[in-house]
């Protein structure tokens, strides 16, 4: 049974950080892209950082970089998105998800195989 467990969500003030990690079990981790999508209110799900199967090709929602770092480490099974100098529109779930290399365009969530639950991101203003 596969399982990405995400954790590191909360409430910050703008301008603050956050580290958002992902764990997975039950799937051969570095046969996966990981992604981190999320969904604000009354918004859809969008893709804010992906990263390849061995963490050597990392890519951006304009809206986040140079602000979000994504990292993974396959012997821990994790990925890990670090958020700063966060904005009141970052609010959102955020979710990390598993996909298999081509399979589908990494942008749109159904090329996406496994989720997690998410984790809540509110930044006050």
């Known amino acids: 049974q596969v399982q990405l467990v995400e954790s590191g969500g909360g409430l910050v003030q703008a301008g603050g950080s956050l580290r958002l990690s992902c764990v997975a079990s039950?799937?051969?981790?570095?046969?996966?892209?990981m992604g981190w999508f999320r969904q604000g209110p009354g918004k859809e799900r969008e893709l804010v950082a992906y990263?390849?199967?061995?963490?050597?090709?990392?890519d951006y929602a304009d809206s986040v970089k140079d602000r979000f770092t994504l990292s993974r480490d396959n012997a821990k099974n994790t990925v890990e998105l670090r958020a700063n100098m966060l904005k009141p529109e970052d609010t959102a779930v955020y979710y990390c998800?598993?996909?298999?290399?081509?399979?589908?365009?990494?942008?749109?969530?159904?090329?996406?195989?496994?989720w997690g639950q998410g984790t809540q991101v509110t930044v006050s203003s």
């Open positions: 998800a598993a996909r298999k290399p081509g399979n589908g365009n990494l942008w749109t969530a159904n090329a996406y195989s496994f």
């Open positions: 039950g799937l051969i981790f570095e046969d996966y892209g």
């Open positions: 990263t390849n199967v061995m963490g050597t090709v990392t």
